[in-house]
């Protein structure tokens, strides 16, 4: 049988992840991604539970390590600095590091056997039954036999495949910005939370400088453009008038940057994640972003497609339906404690922050703290 070609959108996770997998189950991956070079976000994310099998499949635990962040423990303070809880983190044998690292290694692992085409992107999608031609905004018209979308919240390829954004993604009235921060904090050890109703500010200690994560409870802003700058700092500065503990430095560095990056915490929900010979992956099917796992869910979600390709590349409407069946056991779980963590995390009224204070001492709040800095999506 001729080897099939693969387009797959998107070099976060999933894409590389599902290109190094596709390439060892006898496809021809190319994987475009609209930026012109690996995204540079450096938020911490998680490999754990099925992320950590693939990934030591693939022969890269050890890098992954080696990249690996210190944060060992979540501590909460209150306007003057003071330590108002305290939540160790770690012992699930999941591994935390800069996205941008998690990117880099899984880029590397897959650029043997894949084709990457950056500062491209996808702009019209015409299939038939025997593949889909595809339109890109630089490059030349090619056809494949496949095309997967794994290009985040805001996928492309869903909108033109699938429909307006509006019909698939809720906001689940959080809002999530993240801002590097030039030094290292004191304590490379602690992430460092404060709360005030309805809001939180948490640095983390990253590896070798720190990130700054603005958290807050806000309806869905009408015409809400994730790139517009402009608008996410005087969102920031409007939602954190008043606040106290770093949050009036940290809003000065906000207003001297030259990028902030800020978008709707929110969830992703479709019937059907493909259409045809066009399906989708990662964020792009199911977001959980900000409390989710996303990058282990992409992870384990494009080993899981990639090997039911592999099982029948003649067939793969049934390909799709199994990898679907499948990877929806993990990710509903997810979907449906978004809210729990947000009250665990941003409680809404300073009664609710003094329980979940209080509950440092008594509740297993790990898994939503090992989330605390979202990424791009995945």
């Known amino acids: 049988m001729t080897e099939q070609t693969v387009l797959i959108s998107g070099a976060g996770v ?103 085409v950056f500062h491209d992107s996808i702009t019209e999608l015409h299939q038939d039954d025997g593949g889909v031609d595809v339109t890109f905004e630089r490059g030349a ?99 954190y008038a008043g606040a106290g503990w770093r949050v009036p430095e940290l809003l000065e560095r906000v207003r001297e940057a030259d990028d902030v990056y800020l978008d709707s915490v929110s969830r992703v929900r479709m019937d059907s994640w493909a259409t045809g010979r066009i399906a989708l992956a990662g964020d792009a099917a199911s977001c959980v972003s900000l409390f989710g796992d996303g990058s282990t869910l992409a992870m384990a979600g494009a080993f899981t497609l990639a090997e039911e390709l592999g099982r029948t590349p003649a067939d793969p409407a049934s390909a799709f339906q199994r990898y679907e069946t499948a990877h929806r056991k993990l990710v509903e779980p997810k979907q449906r404690n978004v809210s729990t963590a947000a009250a665990l995390l941003i409680p809404a009224t300073r009664r609710g922050l003094a329980v979940r204070n209080l509950g440092t001492r008594l509740l297993p709040l790990v898994s939503a703290a090992r989330r605390l800095v979202p990424t791009r999506a995945a």
Do not use: C
């Open 14 to 116: 999933a894409g590389p992840t599902l290109a190094y997998w596709l390439a060892r189950a006898g496809f021809r991956p190319t994987v475009v991604e609209r930026a012109a070079g690996l995204r540079s976000s450096g938020s911490p994310v998680d490999v754990r539970g099925p992320a950590a099998r693939v990934a030591n499949r693939m022969g890269i635990t050890a890098k992954l390590r080696e990249a690996s962040t210190s944060a060992t423990t979540l501590k909460f303070v209150d306007d003057a600095g003071r330590r108002t809880g305290r939540v160790a983190m770690g012992g699930d044998g999941g591994i935390e590091l800069p996205r941008t690292d998690l990117a880099a290694i899984l880029h590397e692992a897959a650029s043997a056997d894949a084709e990457f």
């Open 141 to 239: 018209s090619r056809r494949f036999d496949l095309v997967i979308g794994a290009d985040g919240l805001h996928s492309g390829v869903r909108r033109v495949a699938f429909g307006p954004e509006q019909a698939f993604v809720e906001h689940m009235g959080v809002y999530i910005a993240t801002l590097p921060l030039a030094e290292p904090p004191a304590d490379r050890t602690s992430i460092v939370m404060y709360n005030s109703p309805g809001r939180a500010v948490a640095v983390h200690p990253s590896r070798g400088h720190g990130i700054a994560a603005f958290m807050f409870r806000g309806a869905a802003v009408p015409g809400f453009d994730h790139r517009d700058s402009a608008l996410h700092k005087r969102m920031l500065t409007e939602a």
